[in-house]
């Protein structure tokens, strides 16, 4: 590990936590002229997940930021105009297209791997397989290009599948569309801008350029925090930190080292702090460790976890509220019903933003009405029901 020079700065806690929100989008008025783009290109990668309980993660990050954004107008900002791509980040995720040549290390390095964990049968022949139909028909989705799956498991990938993976791995195919959930696959000279379309910058350079986005997008973090950003190796971390231009500070109760971006530093954090449900692979909360730091609020996603071993719910989406984190509530859609299947508070003063967050949830979704099914206590349940009345 690299050895932090002594920080010039010093921040208590309270002053990181807002440094951090006003980072990812939630102190101070929302960039609305920039809507969804703006805040794509913002956070620097805003993650896909399969789930959709409210609406799919990548959906609800635009909406915890902008509020009512339109569902087809997100979908639309993301997959058009060439404007985005989909390659693995903090996980898959979608990404500003500006940032395809620094993803060139990672590129680089599956290459080198030669293989994922799915191993082709015969590589040149599948892969040429997939790269002569798309150039001979244009974007294809799997299914197009003759089916994902070789009638097994649903694991059991097909060639084609596997290829068309390999492909996008390695940048010989990319992904800057997603139909009905499936990725369209297409050939980046069709698809990546010219001026972008190309892996000249070396591994550190690329490095330097994901921990300098990663410090703009968090505000302030640690080694770790910069480094799962885009889930880089610490030593990657340690390599570049030094050129990334990010600031050594001193964080209150953190104990140990932590850089900022300067900007963030410049102005003290101020503004209307949103009050909303966060989904949990938000890139303000996706790294448990840092949002136990950061809010004092320990979450977990419970999607994959025996239904009779969960504590919140499938899908609990925290709270965020006077720019604290403030409760929980697991949600599903019975009809044009938002029900809250359990819910839970960190003190009854959040009853209040919590049915406020209910209700613009609900009508988001086209949702009249809100049932709460479950809380933590009477109390809550009652305090949210007479809040939600009240509105």
């Known amino acids: 590990m690299t050895t932090a020079p002594p920080p010039t700065l010093s921040l208590s806690a309270d002053e990181a936590r807002r440094i951090a929100l006003r980072a990812q989008g939630f102190l101070g008025a929302p960039d609305r002229r920039g809507g969804v783009r703006g805040v794509l290109r913002h956070l620097g990668a805003v993650q896909l997940d399969t789930i959709s309980v409210l609406a799919r993660s990548h959906e609800l990050v635009p909406y915890a930021r902008l509020g009512a954004v339109g569902r087809a107008a997100v979908e639309s900002a993301y997959w058009s105009d060439r404007h985005a791509f989909e390659y693995w980040s903090h996980a898959a995720c979608i990404l500003p297209i500006e940032e395809w040549p620094h993803f060139a290390f990672r590129r680089r390095a599956r290459r080198a791997r030669g293989h994922r964990w799915h191993v082709l049968q015969d590589k040149e022949r599948s892969t040429k397989a997939v790269l002569d139909r798309l150039r001979s028909d244009g974007p294809l989705t799997s299914t197009g290009l003759g089916g994902a799956k070789n009638g097994g498991e649903w694991f059991e990938w097909s060639e084609t599948k596997i290829a068309v993976e390999w492909l996008l791995?390695?940048?010989?195919?990319?992904?800057?569309?997603?139909?009905?959930?499936?990725?369209?696959?297409d050939l980046p000279e069709r698809a990546v801008p010219d001026a972008l379309l190309h892996d000249d910058m070396d591994d550190r350079e690329c490095l330097r350029r994901l921990v300098a986005l990663a410090g703009r997008s968090l505000g302030v973090g640690t080694r770790a925090d910069l480094a799962d950003y885009h889930r880089l190796k610490g030593e990657q971390v340690d390599a570049v930190i030094a050129d990334s231009g990010l600031v050594p500070v001193e964080v209150?109760?953190?104990?140990?080292?932590?850089?900022?971006?300067?900007?963030?530093?410049?102005?003290?954090?101020?503004g209307r702090h949103?009050?909303?449900?966060?989904?949990?692979?938000?890139?303000l909360v996706w790294d448990r460790a840092r949002t136990e730091r950061v809010f004092d609020f320990t979450h977990r996603l419970e999607a994959y976890v025996p239904k009779p071993r969960r504590i919140h719910g499938y899908f609990a989406m925290p709270l965020l509220a006077g720019g604290r984190l403030q409760g929980r509530v697991d949600p599903a859609r019975e009809g044009r019903t938002l029900v809250a299947r359990q819910l839970s508070l960190t003190g009854l003063k959040a009853a209040r933003p919590m049915a406020e967050a209910l209700r613009e949830a609900a009508e988001w979704v086209g949702c009249d009405t809100v049932r709460i099914d479950r809380t933590a206590t009477p109390a809550e349940a009652e305090a949210v029901t007479a809040e939600l009345a009240a509105l």
């Open 274 to 283: 949103r009050t909303t449900l966060l989904s949990p692979f938000d890139s």
């Open 252 to 270: 209150e109760g953190w104990g140990r080292p932590a850089w900022a971006d300067p900007a963030a530093l410049a102005t003290v954090p101020r």
């Open 169 to 185: 791995d390695t940048g010989e195919v990319v992904c800057t569309q997603r139909r009905g959930w499936k990725r369209v696959y």
